[in-house]
């Protein structure tokens, strides 16, 4: 079982930044696959930023240039560096992760409680 949980979500206005942390306890090992997803009200969840094996990144088209998706394997945390924030962007942010690679593939098997985000014009 891996236990996720999600910090640094808050409000802020547009152009600001925030960093959102997930801090992994559990059966997690680092071949482990972890990503960020969001979902707005009434919208569909949509993956923001996660990884693939070695590293490889990837990023929703709407983000990309302005978030940065990073994470520290000797504290089983990942980071979601968000800049530049704006209003579109409100949504509540999931951490996830799954034994299977890329994070982007299928429906990852542990979620976190999620972190809201909210911009203001």
């Known amino acids: 079982q891996v236990h996720l949980v999600e910090s640094g979500g808050g409000s802020v206005q547009a152009g600001g930044s925030l960093t959102l942390s997930c801090v992994a306890s559990g059966n997690i090992h680092s071949g482990y696959c972890m990503g960020w997803f969001r979902q707005a009200p009434g919208k569909e969840r949509e993956e923001v930023a996660g990884f693939g094996r070695l590293l490889v990144t990837r990023y929703a088209d709407s983000v990309k240039g302005r978030f940065t998706i990073s994470k520290d394997n000797a504290t089983n945390t990942l980071y979601l560096q968000m800049n530049n924030l704006k209003p579109e962007d409100t949504a509540k942010y999931y951490c996830?992760?799954?034994?299977?690679?890329?994070?982007?593939?299928?429906?990852?098997?542990?979620w976190g409680q999620g972190t809201q985000v909210t911009v203001s014009a």
């Open positions: 996830a992760a799954d034994q299977g690679c890329p994070i982007w593939v299928g429906v990852p098997n542990y």
